[in-house]
């Protein structure tokens, strides 16, 4: 069965340092999304891409956050500098079309 | 008010009970409904799509009831196994758009 796949799995930074995370969808999947969930709270969506193009990145903190979908296939998330406040989970899904999304195990990030 | 609404639970049921959780929503033009299911530690899994005339699926059962806007989900004979925290999932609008997550009911099922 086909998974979205993320790295990595697990980061520890210091505050102020450069993150980087790495989303693959599912193959044939045009949409792609990055989640933040904080613990005891649901996914909050950070941005959403269509192909290559970015949707929607209202959320997105654009002061520290960015991210890329250059070629409409993989996805890459940053965040520069890292803050305190960032810990949490990251999330990519991919969906099709109109419907679910699936989602990659996550990377959880831990800002010391 | 949020666009979705869940009680955080959380639910202590012991095996072989009946459990339900309801979850409402703000915009009345939503257009798909979810539940998924997160395990500690571990990504959202699609558990069933909602739809108007219901939706079956095992011991599982959901129900959307437009008018008062609110989705709802039955676990009839809990397993220890359905322990985790059950995502209330909306689609606002139609389209390819993001769905909205509620902040989850977790539910405990005893021994």
């Known amino acids: 069965e086909a998974e979205v796949a993320q790295s990595p799995r697990y980061k520890i930074t210091e505050k102020s340092q450069a993150v980087a995370f790495w989303c693959d969808p599912i193959s044939g999947h045009a949409t792609l999304y990055w989640y933040r969930q904080i613990l005891g709270q649901g996914p909050e969506l950070l941005v959403q891409f269509q192909d290559e193009s970015v949707v929607d990145d209202s959320q997105l903190p654009k002061d520290r956050f960015s991210a890329e979908r250059l070629k409409g296939v993989d996805s890459t998330l940053k965040i520069q500098p890292a803050e305190l406040g960032d810990s949490a989970m990251y999330l990519c899904a991919s969906s099709h079309l109109e419907g679910s999304m699936d989602f990659g195990p996550g990377t959880r990030l831990t800002v010391l | 008010r949020k666009e979705v609404e869940q009680d955080p639970g959380p639910f202590n049921v012991p095996e072989g009970a009946t459990v339900a959780f309801n979850c409402t929503y703000s915009?009345?033009?939503?257009?798909?409904f979810f539940w998924y299911r997160q395990d500690c530690r571990k990504e959202p899994k699609l558990l069933m799509s909602?739809?108007?005339s219901g939706n079956e699926d095992g011991r599982f059962t959901a129900q959307l009831n437009r008018a008062s806007q609110y989705i709802s989900l039955l676990i009839r004979d809990s397993k220890l196994s359905d322990s985790a925290t059950y995502l209330c999932v909306v689609n606002p609008y139609s389209g390819n758009t993001p769905l909205v997550f509620g902040k989850g009911t977790r539910l405990s099922v005893i021994a």
């Open positions: 909602v739809y108007s």
């Open positions: 915009n009345s033009a939503s257009q798909s």
